[in-house]
Nanobody
Framework: QVQLVESGGGLVQAGDSLRLSCAAS????????MGWFRQAPGKEREFVAA????????YYVDSVKGRFTISRDNAKNTVYLQMNSLKPEDTAVYYC?????????????????WGQGTQVTVSS
């Protein structure tokens, strides 16, 4: 069992930056692929970024490429999402997710564990 706790969300203005963190419990964190997803009101959960267990494979949704960076520190059982040049359309609840087996993917149902989410609001 893995528990994930996100932090770092908040209210910012367009163009600002935020860094989200996702702290994981459990000794097997370093073997999991990790992903970040987001969900805006009235919309489906959307893939944002994913990273393999050792960081050698990283994927982003096109809308955040060049602005967001996913990274992980296996020694700290933590995955990060650095978000720069934020836009109002980035407003959503951001969730981190862990996948026990397989490559990092952009499909929510392939992930086994989820955090409770952290709100990111970007004002124009």
């Amino acid at each position: 069992q893995v528990q994930l706790v996100e932090s770092g969300g908040g209210l910012v203005q367009a163009g600002d930056s935020l860094r989200l963190s996702c702290a994981a419990s459990g000794r097997t964190f370093s073997s999991y692929a990790m992903g970040w997803f987001r969900q805006a009101p009235g919309k489906e959960r959307e893939f944002v970024a994913a990273i393999s267990w050792n960081g050698d494979r990283i994927y982003y949704v096109d809308s955040v490429k060049g602005r967001f960076t996913i990274s992980r520190d296996n020694a700290k059982n933590t995955v990060y999402l650095q978000m720069n040049s934020l836009k109002p359309e980035d407003t959503a609840v951001y969730y981190c997710a862990a996948r026990r087996l397989g490559d990092p993917r952009n499909v929510p149902f392939l992930y086994d564990y989820w955090g409770q989410g952290t709100q990111v609001t970007v004002s124009s």
